[in-house]
């Protein structure tokens, strides 16, 4: 009955624990922090809202702010309340090598700087990160200066739909779920005449291979664009019959 998974961040321990042991739930998060080596350890519970924030109830110790080092990046985040999801680690390290030297690229979606970050510490690309939420946001300030990037990462606490720029990217991401089409006419006019967007979504299985990218054309096509799909990856299971897809698609106008 014990977990026998658990996802560590920095020094802080996820870990899923059945309904049957909660009057036990302390005791044994004390020995996982104390045999794993950790300062805190979480209940693993929901991802939700506007935000994806978590709610995680804290087991044992206090601090839930903690540095999680991954390729080279430093992280520094809330662990109780903003996502950090281990199943996304290969697209952080895709996007590390996708970014060009010296392209922008624009993250409509920034979160603590998970997807970015990687772009311009290892891409050397240059970045507008927005992020909508404030707390969240205080983390990719924290970790741009962490990441030593301030040279070519800006950071924006505003929604993305009211970003005053236009034309101006070679990249965008898009790296959120569920309404992500509902931002697909924004991210266009964001885009120069023709550039790239990781777009992400999530699609009920008996829709793929057709979606996500089928709505991503016809929503580029009212706006004046042409949408061809580069490639595709599934990221991770979203709920039953649930994927979290992206899908890279050169956009250019028509
Ligand atoms: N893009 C990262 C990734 O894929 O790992 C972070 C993903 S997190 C699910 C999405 C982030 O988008 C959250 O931090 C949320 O607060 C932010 N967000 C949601 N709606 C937004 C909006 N309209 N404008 C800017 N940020 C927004």
Redesign the pocket.
């Known amino acids: 009955m014990l977990p026998k998974h658990w996802v560590q961040i920095g020094d802080v321990l996820i870990l899923p624990l059945r309904q049957e042991l909660e009057p036990y739930k302390h005791r044994i998060a004390e020995v996982y922090a104390q045999v794993i080596g950790v300062k805190t350890v979480l209940r693993k519970g929901r991802i939700g809202g ?3 924030e978590t709610n995680y109830e804290v087991l044992y110790g206090s601090d839930t702010v903690t540095v999680h080092v991954e390729n080279g990046i430093r992280y520094k985040l809330d662990v109780a309340r903003v ?1 950090f ?1 281990p199943a ?1 680690v290969k ?1 952080r390290v895709r996007m590390a090598k996708v970014a060009k030297p010296g392209e922008l690229v624009v ?5 603590i700087g ?2 970015s970050l990687p772009m311009a510490v290892h891409g050397k690309a240059r970045v507008i990160a ?4 404030p707390y ?1 946001f205080q983390f990719l300030v924290e970790n741009i200066e962490l990441n030593r990037v301030q040279d070519r990462m800006t950071a924006y606490n ?4 009211d970003f005053p720029g236009e034309n101006i990217a070679d990249r965008i ?1 898009m ?3 569920v309404t992500t089409h509902e ?1 697909i006419p924004k991210a266009l006019s964001i885009a120069k005449d023709e550039a790239i967007i990781h777009y ?1 979504n999530t699609v009920p299985e008996r829709l793929m291979p057709e979606e996500p990218f089928r709505t991503f054309r016809e929503i580029a096509r009212e706006h004046g664009y042409e949408a061809e799909k580069l490639n595709e990856l599934v990221i991770k299971r979203y709920a039953p019959g649930v994927w979290h897809v992206v899908v890279d698609v050169r956009v250019f106008k028509r």
């Open positions: 506007e935000f994806r996502m999801s996304n697209e993250d409509m979606f920034a979160g998970h997807l927005i992020e909508k939420s969240t505003i929604d993305n739909r991401l790296g959120y779920v931002f992400h």
